[in-house]
C-alpha cells in the first residue's frame, strides 16, 4: 500500500543539537512533498514544502528538508534546535495521482532539552 | 472565514450515541479533508473532498462513519453509534486543491473537535 513512513516516533534533543528527522514514502509518480509541525497547543502548520526545482528547500525558524528522488525520501533537517523546537513534525506527500489527496506520516515528537 | 472552524472543540458522549462534527473551511478552498489524530496513530486520513468530484472516502474506518459537505462549503462528520476507540481528535483541513506543483495544495488546518466517548 502506498505510505509514508517516519523512522523516528521520538526525539529528545538537547540545545544546539542537530536534527535530522527521517521521512521516506512508497508513491512512485510525481508528488509534492510537506512537512507540518504542531506546537503545544497549537494547530498544525506548515514548516515547509517542496514542488519542484532546488530539492533543498528551506522553511521557517531555520528548518530546512532535501529531497532525493531515487531513495523517496524527504528528510527535515535543522543544524541547531532550540527549545521552542519542542513539537510533534508531521511528513506528507501529495501525490499527481489519486486526487491529489495529501496522507501523512505517523509523526516525530521532539523534545529539546533547555 | 480567515481561518477553518470546527466544532465543537469539545464533544464528551456516552457508547452507542451518534455525535455530529462540524468543519467551515476558508472561503474559496475546494479540498476539504478530514483526519482523526490519536495518540501513537498520528493523522490518519478519513475523507477527501475536492470540488464537485465524488468524495474519497477510502480511509473512513467503517460505516459507522459518514461524511457530507453542502454546497461546497460546510462539511459535517458523523459518528453513529460510537465506540469508545472513536475517542481521538478530528482535524478538518481545507487548501485551493486542483493539480499541479503549487501552493495549492497547502493545507490549513482547523483547531479540531476533541471527542471522548465514555
Known amino acids: 500500500a502506498q505510505s509514508v513512513s517516519q523512522h523516528n516516533h521520538h526525539v529528545i534533543l538537547s540545545e544546539a543539537a542537530s536534527l535530522e528527522l527521517g521521512c521516506n514514502y512508497s508513491?512512485?509518480?510525481?508528488?509534492?512533498l510537506f512537512w507540518y509541525v504542531q506546537y503545544p497547543g497549537q494547530h498544525l502548520q506548515l514548516l515547509l514544502k517542496?514542488?519542484?526545482?532546488?530539492?533543498l528547500v528551506k522553511g521557517i525558524k531555520g528548518f530546512e528538508a532535501e529531497f532525493i528522488k531515487s531513495k523517496f525520501s524527504f528528510n527535515l533537517r535543522k543544524p541547531s534546535v532550540q527549545w521552542s523546537d519542542t513539537a510533534e513534525y508531521f511528513c506528507?506527500?501529495?501525490?499527481?495521482?489519486?486526487?491529489?489527496?495529501?496522507?501523512f506520516g505517523a509523526g516525530t515528537r521532539l523534545f529539546v532539552k533547555a | 472565514g480567515a481561518g477553518v472552524s470546527q466544532s465543537p472543540s469539545n464533544k464528551v458522549t456516552e457508547k452507542g450515541k451518534d455525535v455530529e462534527l462540524r468543519c467551515d473551511p476558508i472561503?474559496?478552498?475546494?479540498?476539504l479533508y478530514w483526519y482523526r489524530q490519536s495518540l501513537g496513530q498520528g493523522l490518519e486520513f478519513l475523507i477527501y473532498?475536492?470540488?464537485?468530484?465524488?468524495?474519497?472516502k477510502s480511509g473512513l474506518p467503517s460505516d459507522r462513519f459518514s461524511a457530507e459537505r453542502t454546497g461546497g462549503s460546510v462539511s459535517t462528520l458523523t459518528i453513529q453509534r460510537t465506540q469508545q476507540e472513536d475517542s481521538a481528535v478530528y482535524l478538518c483541513?481545507?487548501?485551493f486543491g486542483g493539480g499541479g506543483g503549487s501552493g495549492a495544495n497547502v493545507l490549513t488546518f482547523g483547531a479540531g473537535s476533541r471527542l471522548t466517548v465514555l
Open positions: 483541513a481545507s487548501s
Open positions: 508513491y512512485g509518480g510525481t508528488v509534492n
Open positions: 517542496y514542488f519542484s526545482g532546488d530539492p
Open positions: 506528507a506527500v501529495n501525490p499527481y495521482t489519486g486526487g491529489f489527496k495529501t496522507i
Open positions: 472561503s474559496g478552498h475546494t479540498a
Open positions: 473532498f475536492q470540488g464537485n468530484s465524488a468524495p474519497d
